[in-house]
């Protein structure tokens, strides 16, 4: 299993340009999310999906989009991208929604300029 | 949103000392994790906490749930330098959604 993937994994951005991460899990893991790290502050949730055609939107939305259409893949868009977006972005997965142990991708480094 | 104080921010240690680090919450939480992260990776899992008062070993680490289910402490004895990283506390409210400390970042000094 490769787990889960994110691609890219690093990418710079001018304001206002589109773009969408991608992420990949191969574990038939039925929830999957979206976090997001700044220094200093703990991983925040941007939006989650309970299984395949839900998703959900988290502590921190605004400005992101995302669909759930298979099981496998939960991409992330950013719409108009803005300099307070510049974060490290973390999809995870996990077994089902009432499990405890989340596995982490190796995380997209993002700057918007 | 639900905050978790997690404390020290930074240790700077020697090697084969013992660390220890906690969490406290102003909320009640269902299962208490902890999380270790390295450079360039995302945080994996150490040690998952299901019942307050719960104590917990992995190999050199030791996790408990705080009886009033508001903290938690990990506790790192004769630390290695692989044991460099940022430590994560993380709560799982009754929603199974996690809430997580601001990170522990341990330094070892050579």
């Known amino acids: 299993n490769a787990g889960v993937t994110q691609t890219p994994k690093f990418q710079v951005l001018k304001t206002g340009q589109s773009m969408t991460l991608q992420c990949a899990q191969d574990?038939?893991?039925?929830?999957m999310s979206w976090y997001r790290q700044d220094p200093g502050m703990g991983l925040r949730l941007i939006h989650y999906?309970?299984?395949?055609?839900?998703?959900d939107q988290g502590e921190v939305p605004n400005g992101y989009n995302v669909s759930r259409s298979t099981t496998e893949d939960f991409p992330l868009r950013l719409l108009s991208a803005a300099p307070s977006q510049t974060s490290v972005y973390f999809c995870?997965?996990?077994?089902?929604?009432?499990?405890?142990?989340?596995?982490f991708g190796p995380g997209t480094r993002l700057t918007v300029l | 949103g639900q905050q978790l104080n997690q404390s020290p921010q930074s240790m700077f240690i020697q090697e084969g000392e013992d660390v220890s680090m906690n969490c406290t919450s102003s909320s009640i939480f269902n299962t208490w994790l902890w999380y270790k992260q390295e450079p360039g990776e995302g945080p994996v899992l150490l040690i998952a906490?299901?019942?307050a008062g719960e104590l917990t070993s992995n190999g050199r680490l030791t996790a408990q749930f705080g009886i009033t289910r508001k903290d938690s402490f990990l506790n790192i004895s004769a630390s290695i330098p692989s044991d460099v990283g940022i430590y994560f506390c993380?709560?799982?409210?009754?929603?199974?959604?996690?809430?997580w400390g601001a990170g522990t970042k341990l330094i070892i000094k050579p």
């Open positions: 993380a709560g799982q409210d009754s929603n199974y959604q996690l809430i």
């Open positions: 999906s309970v299984g395949a055609g839900i998703t």
């Open positions: 906490l299901y019942k």
């Open positions: 574990m038939n893991h039925e929830y």
């Open positions: 995870a997965s996990m077994i089902q929604t009432s499990g405890t142990e989340q596995f």
